[in-house]
C-alpha cells in the first residue's frame, strides 16, 4: 500500500519524516505464490530424468535382409507392400502428399510377447519415405538410417546378466489420411486359417542383441514379412482408442513481402 506525501522546499535545513508504516497484510504473498506454483508444476510436468543409453548398429547379417510392410487390398483380398492398399492414390504418392508425410511406421521394442506380462523397452519410427514406383514399402532395413540403430536403455541392459538379449518387435503404421493405426502380424507364423491369430506371438518378430559386440539383429536374415491385421475390428478399435487426439497446427508466416518463403528468412 503506498502513501502519498506532498514537500515544499523552502530554501532552509529541514528534515523530512516518511510514514513508511502501512497494511502488511501483503508480505510474504509472493513467496507463497512462488511456493504454489512450483508444487502445482511438479503435479502436472514429469520431473527431469537422465536416462543413458547404450547404442546397438544393425549386424552385417542382416545387410541384404528385405522387410515388407504389405497392406490389404479388399477388393483383390490380398496383401502388397503398397501404399495404395493403405488408401492413398497414386497422386498423393507420385506428390509425396502432405498426408503421406504426416504417417508413419511405428516400431515397438518389447522384453517379451505375453499380452499382460511384457513390458515396451523403447519405440522407433519410420518417417522418410523411399518412395519408389514398384514395392513402396518393401524396405532394405540395412540401408534405412532411422532403423539401423537402436538406443536402449542401460538400466534395461544392467538386468541381463547374459550377452544375448531376445526382444519383441511390434509394427504399427499411423495413416493421417484417416487417422487410425493399423496393426501388422507375422506372415511367418500364419497358418493359412484366418487373419486374426490367436497365439500372441504371431503379432511379434524376434530380435537380439548383443551387449558385447553392441549389434542388434532380426532372426530372419532373407525376408521379414508384415502383413496388416484384418478381420479384428475389436482389437483394431482398441488400438485406435490408444490414440491420443491432437490437434494439427502450422505455422502462420509473416506477408511475402516481408518475408523469403524459398529461403526462409526476412526482408531488412
Known amino acids: 500500500m503506498l502513501k502519498k506525501e506532498k514537500i515544499r522546499f523552502t530554501g532552509n535545513d529541514i528534515n523530512i519524516k516518511i510514514n513508511i508504516g502501512g497494511n502488511n ?49 479388399g477388393e483383390e483380398e490380398t496383401h502388397a507392400p503398397s501404399f495404395e492398399n493403405a488408401g492413398f492414390t497414386k497422386e498423393e504418392i507420385i506428390s509425396y502428399s502432405e ?60 538386468e541381463f546378466f547374459e550377452d544375448t538379449i531376445t526382444l519383441y518387435v511390434r509394427f504399427f503404421f499411423y495413416n493421417a489420411k484417416f487417422g487410425f493405426l493399423t496393426p501388422f502380424y507375422n506372415a511367418e507364423y500364419h497358418d493359412g486359417s484366418d487373419y486374426t491369430t490367436s497365439s500372441p506371438i504371431r503379432m511379434y ?11 542388434w539383429r532380426f532372426e530372419e536374415t532373407n525376408e521379414i514379412i508384415a502383413k496388416e491385421l484384418i478381420g479384428n475390428e475389436n ?22 513481402s516481408y518475408f523469403d518463403w524459398e529461403n526462409q528468412t526476412y526482408f531488412a
Not at 511438479?42 to 546397438?56: A, M, Y
Open 25 to 73: 497484510a501483503f508480505y510474504g504473498y509472493n513467496q507463497s505464490i512462488e511456493n504454489f506454483v512450483r508444487d502445482q508444476s511438479q503435479q502436472s510436468i514429469n520431473e527431469p530424468t537422465d536416462v543413458e543409453v547404450v547404442r546397438f548398429a544393425l549386424d552385417e547379417i542382416n545387410q541384404n535382409t528385405k522387410l515388407f510392410f504389405e497392406f490389404y487390398d
Open 99 to 158: 498426408q503421406l508425410r504426416n504417417s508413419f511406421f511405428s516400431i515397438d521394442l518389447y522384453d517379451g510377447f505375453e499380452l499382460y506380462s511384457s513390458e515396451k523397452v523403447v519405440s522407433k519410427y519410420y518417417t522418410k519415405f523411399n518412395i519408389v514406383e514398384e514395392d513402396q514399402t518393401k524396405l532394405d532395413i540395412y540401408n534405412v538410417n532411422q532403423l539401423k540403430h537402436l538406443l536402449i536403455p542401460k538400466s534395461f541392459l544392467d
Open 205 to 215: 518378430f524376434k530380435i537380439t542383441l548383443n551387449k558385447n559386440t553392441k549389434k
Open 235 to 256: 482389437y483394431r478399435e482398441r488400438i485406435d482408442e490408444s490414440l491420443d487426439s491432437v490437434d494439427v497446427k502450422r505455422q502462420n508466416y509473416p506477408p511475402k
